[in-house]
């Protein structure tokens, strides 16, 4: 079965660095366009940032500057660094498709990334 595997969160202090990775496996990879997406408590699930399978990004306004998204076709992995990290950063962080839906298949465990002030 198809899966993706989020990795890298962890306990930051404001200000610190983390590179999160996601593997996918069974897939097409090199064909899609993948994204990471995070959902902070009591909030929806909101998209941080996309790349195509030709390398194009977009970011959510809130990490620009700060997030890079790239990928690695030859390892079927995605990678979000996260620079300059602000507490409202906290959330915990999913790789997917984009688009995808609420009832996805893909979505994994995520990985918890928290920023302390």
């Known amino acids: 079965q198809a899966q993706l595997v989020e990795s890298g969160g962890g306990l930051v202090q404001a200000g610190g660095s983390l590179r999160l990775s996601c593997v996918a496996s069974r897939i097409i990879f090199r064909l899609k366009t993948m994204a990471w997406y995070r959902q902070a408590p009591g909030k929806q699930r909101e998209l941080v940032a996309s790349i195509s399978g030709g390398g194009s990004t977009n970011y959510v306004e809130s990490v620009k500057g700060r997030f890079t998204i790239s990928r690695d076709n030859a390892k079927n992995t995605v990678y979000l660094q996260m620079n300059s990290l602000k507490p409202e950063d906290t959330a915990v962080y999913y790789c997917?498709?984009?688009?995808?839906?609420?009832?996805?298949?893909?979505w994994g465990q995520g990985t918890q990334v928290t920023v302390s002030s």
């Open positions: 997917n498709f984009f688009p995808t839906s609420p009832g996805s298949s893909y």
